[in-house]
């Protein structure tokens, strides 16, 4: 059963969403047409999403439906494992995914994340600690930065 467009209203704009029965497929930014598919899925994300920008969520649980090579896969499911408020360099992320001298590589796998935000690609910063790309730009990834740190539960 498809649904309507479905869109989340953010601080950092109308944020699509895109899912299929077996998870969620896409977060797509202002603009980006596509916005639809599994109802249950989508009230799931939406709620989630949701929580996170209210800064009541710093995880996600929500079923994916990841499509890319093994290594885009496994790069992507990485950036869950970046704690909420702390970024990493892409030579970091490399090494913990066993392939050190693919810090490129890991780059051009973040670029085509399909899940910004629930597969939290802005953590990775460049490794002077500079912010480098991202698809909603870097105003929207300094903003998701300092929202996670102005968040972050203090032990």
């Given at each position: 059963?498809?649904?309507?467009?479905?869109?989340?209203d953010?601080?950092?704009?109308?944020?699509?969403?895109?899912?299929?029965?077996?998870?969620?497929?896409?977060?797509?930014?202002?603009?980006?047409?596509?916005?639809?598919?599994?109802?249950?899925?989508?009230?799931?994300?939406?709620?989630?999403?949701?929580?996170y920008?209210?800064?009541?969520?710093?995880?996600?649980?929500?079923?994916?439906?990841?499509?890319?090579?093994?290594?885009?896969?496994?790069?992507?499911?990485?950036?869950?494992?970046?704690?909420?408020?702390?970024?990493?360099?892409?030579?970091?992320?490399?090494?913990?995914?066993?392939?050190p001298?693919?810090?490129?590589?890991?780059?051009?796998?973040?670029?085509?994340?399909?899940?910004?935000?629930?597969?939290?690609?802005?953590?990775?910063?460049?490794?002077?600690?500079?912010?480098?790309?991202?698809?909603?730009?870097?105003?929207?990834?300094?903003?998701?930065?300092?929202?996670?740190?102005?968040?972050?539960?203090?032990?």
């Amino acid at each position: 059963m498809q649904s309507s467009e479905v869109h989340v209203d953010t601080p950092v704009g109308p944020l699509g969403l895109l899912a299929s029965e077996r998870g969620l497929r896409r977060i797509l930014w202002p603009g980006e047409p596509g916005a639809g598919g599994d109802p249950v899925v989508l009230a799931a994300a939406v709620q989630q999403l949701t929580e996170y920008f209210a800064g009541a969520r710093t995880t996600f649980a929500l079923p994916l439906e990841l499509e890319g090579t093994d290594f885009q896969r496994r790069a992507w499911l990485a950036l869950a494992e970046i704690p909420y408020g702390e970024t990493r360099s892409y030579g970091e992320q490399a090494r913990r995914l066993g392939v050190p001298r693919a810090a490129r590589a890991v780059g051009a796998a973040n670029g085509a994340n399909p899940l910004p935000i629930v597969l939290p690609c802005h953590r990775l910063v460049g490794a002077d600690g500079s912010l480098t790309g991202f698809g909603g730009g870097l105003d929207v990834k300094r903003w998701l930065l300092e929202h996670e740190s102005a968040t972050t539960p203090r032990a």
